[in-house]
């Protein structure tokens, strides 16, 4: 898997700084130890839609979300996604704190990175899967995104058993533990639309937004 060093700038809010050997070195050395310790983990499955206005069905829970309805029109099946790289990456930005101000925020925007690297590489193994069925994937949506509740996050553990399949659990706030863990719904139509899979361009807030890959607002 490879850690895009502007990726890793841009969750750092250093997307616009040019070449600085200082930051580029601490970059690269902590990209060097995630990708020598960290080994992420996923589980994903396929399941047919059903829906009724704004709410959508997977095994006859409903989820209820305008916007995840929108995105999942024209589909016939959805997959539920779940990854995570491990409660290593948590304790490398914890043992980054003790010594440097300056790598605690590498190491987390470079853990950020690598996260949404897995995500990019497993929603094309989807792709890939979906295409054996004759069907077209959407962008990936989370819980908490828009105005589909962090609230999921209850039935979508427990439809995919994730803290049984990956060890990821939710806090009292529904947060993921390890925290370098993201779930996902991506909507498959039999239908291409040509959808951008993945990344900013997706979101209506990425004119805005300061980790956009846009850049933001001026």
Request: glycine share 6%.
């Amino acid at each position: 898997m490879n850690i895009p060093v502007n990726e890793v700038k841009r969750y750092l809010g250093a997307a616009r700084i040019g070449e600085n050997s200082q930051l580029d070195l601490m970059i690269e050395k902590v990209i060097h130890e995630l990708e020598s310790r960290i080994i992420p983990h996923h589980i994903y499955r396929f399941f047919p839609l059903r829906f009724e206005e704004n709410t959508f069905y997977v095994e006859d829970t409903p989820f209820h979300s305008s916007a995840l309805s929108r995105n999942l029109k024209g589909c016939t099946d959805v997959v539920m996604l779940a990854c995570t790289l491990g409660p290593e990456a948590d304790r490398m930005v914890k043992r980054a704190e003790i010594s440097s101000i300056l790598e605690a925020a590498v190491t987390q925007a470079a853990c950020s990175a690598m996260i949404e690297a897995y995500g990019n590489e497993l929603n094309q193994q989807i792709k890939d899967d979906a295409a054996s069925r004759n069907l077209y994937c959407r962008p990936r949506f989370s819980p908490g995104y828009g105005d589909l509740s962090l609230n999921t996050q209850r039935d979508f553990f427990r439809i995919l058993n994730i803290t049984k399949e990956l060890g990821i659990t939710l806090n009292d706030s529904l947060l993921m533990v390890p925290t370098k863990s993201v779930t996902a719904f991506i909507g498959c139509s039999p239908v291409n639309q040509n959808c951008i899979l993945n990344g900013c361009e997706e979101c209506n807030m990425n004119t805005q937004c300061v980790y956009s890959r846009n850049g933001g607002s001026e």
